[in-house]
């Protein structure tokens, strides 16, 4: 287990031989009992998190189309009353000028949304696996929750407010390091508590368990929608408050090794005279330097870990298009907002029945011939094949249903992520899970960071060539699948 236990005394004339048989099951049986909780906990937060986000999709794209739409035909509002925001956008809504100022808008707020996890990602790193998860979990979900409430803000008086506002709601993210810190953690937290032969297992049902909130939280949100945006919009915020808090609950799991990262930088400042921060900072950044090369050096023994970096960063645009359909759906075939979203749902249940069913079934099928990690390896490649078919369906799609089984393929592909997670984590040693997981999220987003503009301009570049080349970005997808798995095959 990740939490180990203590080791016990060797054995002399007077040890209990009983006390040594009875101690090691009833020591297992607490930790898996402990891992359990610790896994409960984790999905309710994740549910609840994510039912709210899922409740809040729909509507603020709604709400962003109809503030872009205002500014741009003002005449199209006239009849608006207090200039507010119309339940069902106008046809003209869906002009190229709309949806490309949309697009940007979009692609431009998910790019500054990842500096504060890029820049504070080894800060927090540092952090978590110092102070513990608990604290660093805590103040990442503050900064989320702010940042939402910022964005309501921008919108409800956007009347006064240009809608780029949104563009510095991220600033907020600077206390936690936002959902990049998020995400890492809460991978960390899995890892701590469970064995590398089970931490898949356990991925998978995190991931499904997030997927729960995906399938109720969309069509309530589209029903809802019929009668206001501002109704479901809120109902998101308030839910993702609930799930803040839900992390009071939750218990520390920073394994309690005798090896402490830091110790070598308390003993230095202990040995200095009371008041000297500035020694105290240089040996902080002297820590910090040495753990990056700790970390160049492990790469660079270790092949396999850049390549599930360089995965992770390629395979990072797919996480931006999936929500990006919305967009893309609501204007290739007329649909409202609320109608697309349903595309979402259907993809969360055929997900959560691959990563709750499918995937630990074949899991455990796998794990009779190979090892572990060479069993998620095979599950990492196969996934990515599936991704690359997926995405080649929806980029030929020209009707409702070719695109829909684009979605459903990508659905069932959507294992790719946690199991290349539970790779990467056999890689290395119980002390640098949290770096390595940091480093990881790092990675993720950069790749985020460039693939919220880049999908808009081939959005864009899709709408003024039309036709077939409307799906171009999930042409484009299709290519950096099909490179991240050579890369990883390789």
């Known amino acids: 287990m990740a939490i180990a236990s203590p080791q016990p005394e060797p054995p002399s004339e007077t040890t209990s031989l009983l006390a040594e048989h009875d101690e090691h099951p009833v020591q297992r049986k607490s930790a898996t009992r402990r891992a359990h909780r610790v896994l409960l906990y984790a999905c309710l937060i994740a549910v609840t998190l994510d039912f709210g986000n899922y409740l809040s999709v729909a509507p603020q794209l709604q709400a962003f189309e109809s503030i872009i739409c205002q500014r741009l035909h003002p005449e199209l509002f006239a009849y608006t009353p207090g200039g507010g925001l119309p339940l069902v956008a106008s046809p003209s809504c869906k002009s190229a000028d709309v949806q490309g100022d949309l697009a940007l808008l979009k692609g431009w707020m998910n790019t ?105 939280a969309i069509p309530l949100s589209a029903w809802i929608m019929s009668s206001s945006v501002w109704i479901p919009w809120m109902l ?29 930088v308390e003993s230095e400042t202990a040995d200095r005279p009371e008041g000297s921060s500035a020694f105290a900072w240089s040996s902080i950044v002297r820590f910090a330097r040495s753990q990056i090369t700790e970390l160049k050096d492990f790469v660079c023994e270790h092949p396999s870990s850049l390549v599930v970096f360089l995965a992770f960063f390629m395979s990072s645009y797919g996480i931006v298009a999936v929500p990006f359909m919305l967009q893309y759906v609501s204007r290739r075939f007329s649909w409202s907002l609320a109608e697309a979203s349903l595309l979402i749902s259907v993809k969360g249940v055929l997900n959560c029945l691959a ?60 294992g790719y992520y946690a199991a290349l997670r539970s790779v990467s984590s056999a890689l290395v040693g119980q002390s640098h899970i949290g770096l390595l997981n940091t480093t990881m999220a790092l990675a993720q987003s950069v790749g985020l960071m460039v693939s919220g503009p880049l999908l808009a301009g ?11 080349w409307m799906g171009l970005p999930w042409m484009f997808g299709v290519v950096l699948y099909v490179a991240a798995g050579l890369a990883y095959h390789l």
């Not at 808090?245 to 070598?264: C, G, Q, R």
């Not at 081939?458 to 077939?468: Q, S």
């Open 355 to 414: 990563l709750v069913f499918i995937l630990p079934m074949v899991s455990k099928l796998l794990g009779r011939y190979f090892t572990p990690v060479k069993r998620d390896h095979r599950i990492v490649l196969g996934s990515a094949c599936i991704l690359v078919a997926g995405f080649g369906f929806m980029s030929l799609a020209s009707h409702p249903a070719l695109f829909a089984v684009g979605v459903a393929l990508i659905a069932l592909g959507w």
């Open 236 to 264: 998101g915020l308030a839910c993702e408050i609930g799930g803040a808090l839900i992390v009071l609950l939750l218990p520390e799991t920073k394994p309690k090794s005798a090896e402490n990262p830091v110790s070598d």
């Open 112 to 216: 500054f949304d990842q500096l504060p996890g890029i820049i504070l990602a080894l800060p927090y790193g540092l952090m978590a696996d110092r102070i513990g998860r608990k604290p660093v979990l805590a103040m990442s979900l503050l900064g989320i929750v702010m940042e939402e409430i910022a964005i309501r803000l921008i919108c409800w008086y956007h009347t006064t407010i240009p809608p780029q506002a949104i563009w510095f709601a991220p600033l907020f993210q600077i206390i936690g390091g936002g959902s990049q810190i998020t995400n890492s953690v809460a991978w960390t937290i899995i890892a701590d508590v469970f064995p590398v032969e089970k931490r898949s297992v356990a991925y998978f049902i995190l991931s499904g368990a997030i997927l729960l909130s995906e399938i109720v």
């Open 458 to 468: 081939l959005f864009r570049a899709g709408l003024a060539w039309e036709g077939i």
